[in-house]
Every structure is written in C-alpha cells, then in structure tokens.
C-alpha cells in the first residue's frame, strides 16, 4: 500500500482543466485515515491507541465515508468496521506468519509483473487502494519497485509480448481502478496490440468501496478493448453490498462485462454459513458470480484473522446443502510453488 500522501498526489496530478473532480475521487480524497476518528464516525471508544497508532503506522488506515456509512454505530464488532480498523493483535509476532506469504517475490518475472500460474501474467500495476484491508495479504509488498506511467511499463509489455504463452493479463496491485481510466486504457490498448493476448482480468474492490468508481468511461474502455474484459470484484459481507453498489454493479453487466466476485475467509467477519450463504445470494441478486472464497494468507499481522480449514469446509458443505451449486465459491488456498490455487472444497 502507499502512504496517504502519495495516493493525494495520485489525485491531485490527474484532476485538471477546472472540471469538477469525479466523485470517486473526492471519495477518495475525503476517506477516513485516522483509527480514533473512525471510532469517533461510529459512536465507539477509541481504540487501544498505542496500539492502534503502531499498527497503522506500519500500513495506515483508510476508510472512504461511503463505506464508513454501512458500518453500524455503536458496534464495535461491526465486520465492515472489523476489516478497517487496526487491532493490537497486528502487532503479536507469529512465526508462520510472514511478510511474503504467497511467494510473490519469487514469481517476479520482470519489473512490476509476475506470474504464477500457465498463460496468466498479473500486473501491479499500483499501491494504491481504495481501502485498507488489515488482512491484505500484499500488505507488506514493495510497490515502489512498480513501474508508473506508460514508458516505466515497455519492459513488461515487451516481455510479454515475447511469450505466446500468455493469454490472460492481470491487472492487480493495490487496485488498479485507483489509476485514472485514461491511464488504464492506454495499458488496454498496449496489450490489446499483442496478438496473443486474448483477455483482461481487473482484479478490484472499488465497485464495491467506492461504487461511483463505475463511471461511463470505465465502462467505455472496458468495453472497446478487443481483448475480453473480466471483472473480478472482492466483497466479504453482505452488507457491503448495499443499493448504490448493486445498480453499479448492474452497469458492469448490463454493459456484457463478466463479473466474479472472490472473498476471503475472515474470523469474526464472514465465518459462518449464515453469513457466507447470505453474501452469495446477494451477490447473485446482483448478477455477480460467487468464483473464490480464500483461506486467509499467512500475511504477518492478520493472524488474529485466521479461521481454520476444517471450520471452512463445513461451512461449505452445508452452503452446498442449501444453494445452488453456481453459488457456492471454490474455496481455495494459495500454496507458492503449486501450479494453481488449490481447492479445499
Ligand atoms: C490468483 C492468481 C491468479 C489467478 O488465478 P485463477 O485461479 O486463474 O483465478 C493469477 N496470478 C496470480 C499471481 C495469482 O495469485
Ligand atoms: S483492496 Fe485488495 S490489495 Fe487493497 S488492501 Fe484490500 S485486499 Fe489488499
């Protein structure tokens, strides 16, 4: 993740001419960054605050107003609130738990991009987000190492270009919608000019913490691409997918966008059926596909946030009990080394 300041100037570089700034981005700019200031928002004592202030000075909290507002006042067990809000647990040491967790440092493949699985490449293609998920398993990843702008991205892309290989690009980070649509579909267009690529996967949660991120340019480079466009958003509870998400979410697919949503297993969040099987109706309510459902990553600081395997596969039984089988996520877990993610249940 980047720091405040750097996704302010990300902001205040692109906003130009005397338009009015696009209301994501003044969502963006207007986002809580201060944990005693949400507890505040929310009616809640302020956190443990030495604790709370060495957790997020490690990786700040952010939280857009808009996302604040589907938390429940007055409950500190909230789990919109659960997955913002920095706990002194972040700060208990767990061996098994580390700063790389998946192996990403070595899939790197050249700058900014990697690969771990046939015929995919994933792009980072920034920091930034538009939330702080504690249990971010790139929380610790070294993004200014990441190209920005066009000309830092001619490696990558030529590199790409050199292996037939890769048939799918990933754009990943961070959240890649953080990036300005114009920026975005010249990265489009690039990699739409190598005859072998045939798809491009956006792996986001803007739709979800910021839905007005849905604009009609978005949705007009998404569509103009040659390439096959698949939106695969990240929602973990279903009250995060309130009325002004689902009409945002509406405008992907009435637009023929494809859009899959993954979770992650998250203790005092979304570990149970109830939960997990109300998320997956409401997902389909909203014409989106239930496609993963992660074993949390080992990622230092979020062990307090680790449910165990065997918890989850009841939980998906019995969510194959009572849904369709379109609605029950894979439920998977990332091994590095392993060719593919590998299925749980
Ligand atoms: C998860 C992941 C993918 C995509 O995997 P699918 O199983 O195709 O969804 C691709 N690259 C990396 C590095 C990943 O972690
Ligand atoms: S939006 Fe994704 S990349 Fe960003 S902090 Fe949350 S989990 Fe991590």
């Not at 014409?287 to 080992?298: E, F």
């Amino acid at each position: 993740m980047l720091t405040d300041m750097s996704m302010v100037t990300v902001v205040d570089q692109t906003v130009g001419g005397g338009r009015p700034p696009e209301a994501w981005r003044v969502a963006m700019k207007t986002a809580v960054r201060d944990a005693v200031q949400l507890c505040r928002m929310l009616a809640l004592p302020p956190p443990h605050e030495d604790a709370a202030i060495r957790a997020a000075a490690a990786f700040p909290v952010f939280a857009p107003l808009s996302y604040i507002a589907r938390m429940k006042p007055g409950d500190p067990h909230d789990p919109l609130l659960r997955q913002v809000l920095p706990q002194r647990e972040e700060l208990h040491a767990s061996p098994a738990f580390t700063r790389d967790p998946v192996g990403d440092a070595a899939a790197r493949r050249g700058p900014g991009w990697l690969q771990k699985y046939h015929g995919r490449a994933l792009m980072i293609t920034t920091g930034a987000c538009a939330v702080h998920c504690r249990y971010c398993f790139r929380r610790h990843y070294p993004y200014q190492d990441s190209p920005r702008g066009l000309e830092q991205w001619r490696p990558a892309l030529a590199q790409i270009a050199a292996d037939p290989s890769l048939e799918e690009v990933i754009f990943s980070g961070g959240d890649p919608l953080t990036l300005p649509d114009p920026a975005l579909a010249q990265l489009a267009a690039q990699l739409a000019a190598i005859p072998h690529v045939r798809r491009l996967r956006i792996h986001t949660r803007l739709p979800i913490v910021i839905p007005e991120r849905v604009t009609p340019a978005a949705i007009a480079w998404l569509r103009g691409t040659r390439l096959t466009p698949i939106l695969v958003v990240h929602a973990n509870h279903p009250q995060e997918l309130d009325a002004q998400v689902a009409t945002a979410l509406a405008s992907l697919v009435d637009a023929g966008i494809p859009v899959l949503n993954q979770s992650v297993l998250l203790r005092g969040v979304n570990d149970d059926v109830e939960t997990l099987a109300a998320l997956s109706l409401r997902l389909l309510d909203c014409r989106v596909m239930p496609y993963y459902l992660h074993q949390l990553d080992r990622v230092a600081g979020a062990a307090h946030f680790e449910t165990d395997v065997t918890r989850g596969l009841a939980i998906i039984a019995e969510l194959r009990r009572r849904l369709p089988g379109y609605a029950v996520p894979r439920y998977v877990r990332e091994e590095p080394g392993t060719a593919h993610k590998v299925l749980l249940g």
